[in-house]
């Protein structure tokens, strides 16, 4: 049986991967997040371990990680990259090694054309630390990290997405946080998987210079 600490575990993706985790696997979950409360919905499942934490408490993170096997990282917001490192010195401290890390479209300079310009204008104030991110990340091989580097989030009600490699152009505009979390519970279920790596995701035929309903 697997033990994941989800981080961020409020975040809209990760509801998600919480739902179908607790519905297709035996894995123990142990979900970390600011305002515990939010998910007390959880609070009677015996699968389940609750803990109220902020990204920048490196000891309380550690303490989170007692036995853990996979981290799954849906942390976000212009300050990513000080939580990328407190994550790594919380995973290094208690001996860690696998990291499943949400990043974005962007983060290796790899969004081509108009739409690549635009989107550098759009999410110009998260771009810096999804880039601090990814070097501190490499700069720790010892930890095997897929990072996932969406295109811009949808809530429809659909799984259907497409990947790009590291040194690959990105594709597309959009793609439905039930995909990003497809994504993740397979990789979460297969942890072998995408060692090392940074994965764009992708809604097929939704190129353009912006998302659809932009
Ligand atoms: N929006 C897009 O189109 C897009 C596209 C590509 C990638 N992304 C990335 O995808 C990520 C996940 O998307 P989503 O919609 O699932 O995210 P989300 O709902 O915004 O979740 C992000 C989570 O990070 C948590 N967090 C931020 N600072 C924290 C701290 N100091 N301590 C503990 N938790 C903290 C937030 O907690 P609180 O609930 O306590 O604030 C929130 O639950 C985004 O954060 C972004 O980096 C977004």
């Not at 607790?22 to 979900?31: F, I, R, S, V, Y």
């Not at 630390?129 to 070097?135: P, Q, T, V, Y």
């Not at 930890?143 to 989030?153: D, F, K, S």
């Amino acid at each position: 049986m697997t033990k994941v600490l989800i981080l961020g575990a409020n975040g809209a993706t990760a509801k998600i991967v919480i739902d179908r985790l607790l519905n297709e696997t035996a894995d123990d979950l142990t979900l970390y997040l600011r305002n515990a409360k939010r998910l007390s919905q959880y609070e009677n499942n015996d699968r389940v371990t609750i803990i109220d934490g902020d990204a920048t408490d490196v000891n309380a993170m550690t303490a989170a990680m007692t036995d853990i096997d996979i981290i799954y990282s849906n942390l976000g917001g212009t300050a990513l990259a000080t939580y990328t490192k407190a994550l790594i010195a919380a995973m290094t401290a208690a001996k860690v090694s696998r990291l499943i890390f949400y990043s974005a479209l962007g983060a290796l300079h790899e969004v081509p054309g108009k739409f690549g310009e635009w989107n550098e204008q759009a999410i110009g104030a998260y771009l810096p630390g999804f880039r601090e991110s990814d070097r501190i990340l490499n700069d720790h091989n010892e930890i095997n990290t897929t990072q996932i580097r969406p295109a811009w989030l949808t809530n429809q009600d659909e799984i259907a997405y497409e990947t790009t490699e590291a040194n690959e152009p990105f594709k597309g505009t959009e793609v439905s946080r039930q995909s990003v979390a497809d994504f993740i519970v397979k990789l979460i279920k297969a942890p072998a998987l995408y060692p090392n790596d940074s994965i764009g995701l992708n809604k097929p035929n939704t190129d353009g210079d912006q998302p659809a309903w932009m």
